[in-house]
């Protein structure tokens, strides 16, 4: 499919990836405008409600971006996050979700390229994959 | 004013603007090629092509040369313009076909390619004669050294006569302005062009004379380099004042001396690296491809020279045999560096691990004298680099690289383990270049009447880290001796401590209380939201089309947006005065910002409000620069999309945000030291100095801890001496109270406010409150029962022992041997490197062969490890005989006792010879171990251990002496195994950490606490196991959720994990990001 541009919602740790993605500006690395980040304080802090109402309202794809293991600021958000993240896609898998459209990713604050080059890959993935029906199976 | 019609509004403009500046200043873009804001219009590109209507007739002119005029009716986007506009570019694409920039520019117009037949030229030539070149050598630079010759389709760029030019300056300015890349300096000029080396890249890349010096620097803003800015040279150039908005260039400035009164100074300039010029066999400077590992460093950093690229300076391929080569500039003698530069072996390791992560498949050698991976998890960190990077070690000194003059590759020879010779081809030779201070600092401390040692470190007495020969100037981090992240900032702390300690009386009496007047209460109104959008000069406003974004979102009042406006820099004062005029004149109650990262101007912007009186957490900013202008760059019209949902969900956000009021918790001004050894004593000490009393728990009836059995020192000192004039200072201060025998059976509380019971042998307990804690419960050195019969033969001792037997006199001994790594460095279960035996040894051999001058002291090593100054030590044992034989890990040294001798086999790898040795006393250098009763307190404070039971610090490297848990503290050997002289740096830091906390009345906490709405809580608990901080209980009374507020960090787990949504992490509530999906997802 030609001229498709997913959109794409993204939860971003404050003291990790959103810093990346600080550092992937300040460092211009470029990125398709497809992806609009959410700052959280913690990966920790995602409620699933939050992915699944992203993919409900229209969103192609969800980001929740961490710390690396053994890097979160209050110990073990990141952990609680993954744990989360296994359960969810397995739901959202059986609601008929692709579960390629949630990417759990751990990117530091200093990995301010890794952070555009996920961006860059979700998008092209998505791209792939094509418009989600998940909103019209699932909208209310 | 005058005004003119610019697509059908009414804009004024100042008599003598051309129709382009009026566009510009309107917020209108227009194409531009040959004109430049720092030089006078040319108009020859005919790009900036406008249609004007005027007195009843239209035409197209070029908006640079055509002055504005009253009445003028201009279009800018029409199609008749836009036409005309591909037709030009048509054209000048015929100059330049296949130029990047050029077909960049040409997408953007709606031009694929051209219709028109190229121009015959020379290869590389894609001059399109736009002037600009030799505009700016004219008009900017006063030189005129190229012009334009000949005409038609011959005419050209060239200096004068065609030949180079000699008054050329080679400034660069026209190969910096050439849109088309085209313009090679080389070719105009006389002298020779210089690129200025980035002092931060290392000279791997060349900088502007006006530049930010480093990504990390602050302020993070451009300085002008005077040595070679043309402008403070010869008065010509002023470029960058002419296209600075913020107009904040300014020429005159001067370096300014300023007189500080102060009480103390601390030396920490840090080093500079060892000049690899000096040893000429290893080719730096002449083969490209050697370079330091402080440029290899640089290569690996994505802000670096090749934004993160491991590069080949000399063809810019990537390489895949990369040759480390270590001790270049330590440990040798002929360049005057006799010392160990301590970080070399570890960096080493970690960059060759690097190289790999980045290119998976690069071939990765490290040649090496002794690995001296003696830190805090780095013999691991070593080990894992070999068996799971396979990085390969070579156990040799490299004599002398050769360069292939054809590829430029380098050739290294060098002997094997086995002995035999061997050449090898590598693409990257990185040499692990030695710390070394610098001779301007030298000159600073001769100023200062600081002393300096043979190797040019400041000296220190003995036991006193932090100390310089001058009172009150202390000293900490490279300066001192090479040392690495965690032990600088550990003495850097250290040397905090000493410094405040002499200023503890004027404390707080040069500090100024900020005030805010009263603030408005505004709970109850309906939201009055007013947006601010930033251009940032043109970091935003380049992209996003602002006056669009503003617009849009003056249209939502439903959302009950009431003001929007754009400004060029909303973070200047000016802007920030204009902002508070509006929150008073528009009755604002809540305020979104739409510019940079909230991570460095949000403080700035909740003042702004706390100012205005509005609640600091009625604000929300919306980051379109970091992560929409700044990453989206080549498509203005999506960035200017994506722009507005964002500043639609900040609105969004910043609606149901609600005042939060952190109320400061009150601080306890006393500490609790765990452990009275040196640390545990320095600390107290340090704190009683400072002015704070501590209650120090010693498990013993003697406090002293392992000090006690030590009784000479490598640097001289008396152990015993400093450890009694240290407890003698303990027991007599009165602020001291110290508790023997004695355990801390369990502690409560949080920073500032701790309530620790403390358990006597005899059975009492007594509760003492303190707002600070120093875990410094120390190591012991191993008992090695099993290893070399120990425990079973008499002769076989330890080096603790060994230490009091020759502090005693008593050495009776013909043969001594020593082994090394009994104990650490295993394959399994203790595989850390103890740190300080290898030293040890060195000193126990030396005092022997002293004190007798018969004995044989053989040392049985793996690594010989006397790292930073303490080589010296390693070198003179070897000049006064004693005998060093390395043996591998996998052929330890063998002991039998046949009848009453001990015999030692031993192979030496590196004579490849086998010894037989017959000692009189086999000493065992056994590891340091953490006591058993660690995991007990890590279970009360709640803080981490690592797997071999020391405890884990926040941070490795910038955090050493703290926990994550807030106000509790380490130091000595309770972190790891280290010196005196380095636990005492260790306690003083973490006294001045202490000192940090207990300074103050009260503290404000990290984060904003979570609110549980009780009513509707049914107290199932799953937002207790959620809570990291232990912030969250449930009552036992009334079955419902409760927050202590202090220790609340507001990570907002328990939001996450609460089935009905009870606790709310303000600022991150979930009614406040659900209509933030939304409105990320609204079409706009």
């Keep these: 499919m030609t001229g498709f541009e997913p959109k794409i919602v993204g939860f971003l740790c404050n003291w990790c990836t959103y810093t990346g993605a600080d550092l992937a500006g300040v460092s211009r690395f470029q990125y398709p405008p497809n992806f609009i980040p959410i700052r959280v304080m913690c990966s920790g802090a995602v409620d699933p409600m939050y992915v699944v109402k992203a993919l409900v309202e229209g969103a192609d794809g969800v980001l929740i971006g961490g710390c690396n293991p053994g890097d979160c600021h209050y110990q073990s958000g990141n952990y609680k996050a993954r744990r989360r993240a296994t359960i969810l896609k397995q739901l959202l898998k059986d609601l008929g979700l692709d579960e390629r459209r949630l990417w759990v990713r751990w990117i530091s604050a200093s990995e301010g390229k890794k952070f555009a080059e996920t961006v860059t890959e979700f998008t092209e993935e998505l791209r792939r994959l094509g418009p989600s029906r998940f909103r019209e199976e699932w909208a209310l | 004013m005058p005004k003119l019609k610019l697509n059908g509004n009414e804009v004024p403009f100042e008599r003598g603007q051309t129709i382009l500046e009026v566009a510009q200043n309107g917020g209108v873009e227009i194409p531009t090629l040959c004109w430049h804001k720092a030089l006078l219009p040319y108009g020859v590109c005919r790009l900036c092509i406008v249609d004007v209507a005027q007195g009843g007739r239209s035409r197209m002119v070029a908006s640079c040369t055509t002055p504005a005029e009253p009445g003028m009716e201009v279009a800018t986007g029409s199609d008749k313009v836009r036409r005309a506009r591909r037709l030009v570019m048509e054209l000048i694409l015929t100059q330049c076909p296949g130029q990047p920039d050029m077909l960049e520019m040409a997408k953007k117009l709606g031009v694929e390619g051209s219709r028109f037949r190229p121009l015959e030229k020379e290869p590389g030539d894609n001059c399109i004669l736009c002037g600009l070149c030799v505009r700016v050598c004219a008009e900017r630079m006063g030189q005129s050294a190229i012009g334009f010759a000949e005409r038609g389709y011959k005419r050209k760029v060239k200096p004068p006569f065609d030949t180079e030019s000699g008054v050329c300056q080679t400034c660069g300015a026209c190969a910096t302005i050439c849109p088309t890349k085209t313009i090679k300096l080389e070719r105009f000029t006389k002298n020779r062009p210089i690129p200025i080396p980035s002092e931060f890249d290392m000279g791997l890349r060349a900088r502007p004379a006006v530049y930010i010096p480093y990504p990390q620097a602050v302020p993070n803003k451009p300085v002008i380099d005077p040595r070679n800015c043309v402008k403070k040279l010869k008065g010509e150039c002023g470029i960058c004042k002419e296209v600075c908005k913020a107009g904040a260039i300014d020429y005159d400035q001067k370096e300014v001396v300023e007189e500080l009164d102060v009480g103390s100074i601390i030396l920490s300039p840090g080093f500079e690296t060892f000049a690899p010029q000096l040893r000429e066999e290893y080719g730096f400077g002449v083969f490209q491809n050697v370079v330091t590992s402080l440029q290899f460093e640089r290569m690996l950093s994505s802000s670096g020279p090749f934004k993160g690229e491991v590069k080949r300076p000399s063809d810019g391929k990537h390489p895949r045999r990369i040759a480390w080569l270590q001790c270049v500039g330590s440990r040798d003698e002929p360049s005057g560096r006799s010392y160990c530069s301590a970080v070399c072996c570890t960096y080493a390791t970690k960059e060759a691990i690097i190289a790999k992560e980045h290119a998976p498949g690069t071939d990765t050698h490290i040649f090496f004298i002794d690995m001296r991976t003696y830190g805090k998890g780095f013999e691991e960190y070593r080990n894992r680099a070999e068996r799971e990077y396979g990085v390969v070690y070579h156990r040799c000194r490299v004599p002398n690289i050769e360069e292939d003059p054809r590829t430029q590759d380098l050739v290294i020879s060098y002997r094997d383990e086995t002995g035999s010779t061997r050449r090898e081809r590598f693409d990257l030779v990185v040499l692990s270049v030695g710390m070394q201070t610098p001779e301007q600092l030298r000159e600073l401390t001769r100023k200062l009447g600081v002393d300096l040692n043979e190797f040019g470190f400041a000296s220190t007495p003995a036991l006193e880290p932090v100390s310089t020969s001058r009172p009150g100037v202390f000293v900490a981090g490279a300066l001192q001796a090479p040392k690495d992240i965690p032990d600088a900032v550990a003495q850097g702390l250290g040397a905090a401590a000493k410094a405040t300690e002499r200023l503890s009386s004027e404390r707080g009496t040069l500090t100024a209380v900020e005030s805010f007047p009263p603030e408005k209460e505004v709970g109850a109104e309906e939201p009055r939201i007013g947006v601010f959008i930033c251009h940032c000069g043109t970091n935003i406003a380049g992209v996003v089309d602002v006056r669009e974004v503003a617009d849009y979102i003056r ?134 100095a400072q002015g704070f009393e501590s209650h120090l728990v010693e498990k013993d009836a003697e406090p002293g801890g392992n000090v006690r059995n030590i009784f000479t020192l490598l640097s001289g000192g008396d152990p015993q001496r400093h450890l009694n004039d240290l407890i003698a200072k303990v027991r007599a201060d009165p602020r001291i109270r110290l508790h023997l025998e004695s355990r801390v059976r369990d502690i409560e509380g949080f920073i500032g406010n701790f309530r620790a019971r403390i358990e006597a042998k005899c059975g009492t307990l007594e509760e003492v409150s303190v707002g600070a804690i120093v875990v410094a419960t120390g190591a012991a050195e191993l008992v090695p029962t099993g290893y070399f019969g120990f425990g079973t033969d008499p002769r076989v001792i330890t080096q603790l022992q060994l230490d009091r037997v020759l502090h005693e006199g008593k050495l009776d001994a013909r043969t001594v041997v020593m082994i090394q790594c009994v104990g650490s460095r295993e394959d399994t279960g203790r595989t850390y490197c103890s740190r300080v035996c290898c030293s040890e040894a060195v000193k126990n051999a030396l005092e022997i062969r002293k004190k007798s001058p018969r004995t044989s002291v053989f040392v049985l090593y793996r690594d010989l490890r006397t790292y930073g100054l303490n080589e010296q030590h390693y070198k003179a044992a070897r000049e006064l005989g004693v005998q060093f034989i390395r043996y591998e890990n996998t052929d330890k040294p063998v002991l039998t006792i046949s009848g009453d001798r001990l015999r030692v086999d031993v192979n030496d790898h590196d004579l490849a010879t086998r010894f037989i040795l017959r000692p009189d006393l086999l000493v065992l250098s056994a590891a340091t171990v953490p006591p058993g009763t660690n995991q007990e307190l890590a279970q009360i404070l709640k803080i981490p251990q690592t797997e071999h039971g020391f405890f884990m610090e926040a941070h490795a490297k910038i955090a050493p002496l703290s926990f994550t848990a807030e106000g509790i503290y380490m130091a000595g050997t309770a972190h790891s195994p280290r010196f005196m002289d380095e636990t005492i740096s260790q306690a003083l830091g973490a006294a001045q950490k202490a000192v940090e906390v207990l300074s103050k009345e009260t503290v404000s906490l990290e984060g904003i606490p979570v609110f549980i709405d009780a009513d509707r809580c049914t107290g199932c608990g799953y937002c207790e196991a959620a809570c990291p901080t232990k912030a969250i209980k449930t009552n036992a009374r009334t079955g419902k959720a409760e927050v202590t507020e202090v220790l609340c960090k507001g990570c907002g787990a328990c939001a996450a994990a609460c089935p009905s949504g009870v606790p709310s992490a303000r600022g991150f509530a979930k009614h406040q990001i659900i209509p933030m999906i939304d409105a990320a997802l609204e079409e706009l």
């Design chain 2, 555 to 688: 249209g939502r009042k439903d959302l009950g947006v009431v003001f929007a406006d754009t400004g060029l820099y909303t973070c200047s004062a000016d802007h920030l005065k204009h902002m508070r005029e509006i929150i008073d004149g528009h009755g604002l109650n809540r305020v979104v910002v739409a510019s940079c990262t909230p991570r460095t101007h949000e403080p700035l912007f909740q003042n702004t409000l706390k100012e205005a009186g509005i609640n600091q957490h009625l604000f929300e900013l919306a980051s379109v620069r970091e992560h929409v202008s700044w990453v989206h760059r080549d498509d203005p019209r999506r960035a200017t999309r994506k722009a507005k949902n964002m500043v639609l969900m900040a609105v969004e956000k910043v609606r149901l945000a609600e005042a939060v009021h952190k109320e400061p918790a009150k601080v306890t001004h006393a500490a609790l030291v765990i452990g009275g050894g040196l640390a545990g004593l320095t600390a107290a000490a340090e704190l009683a």
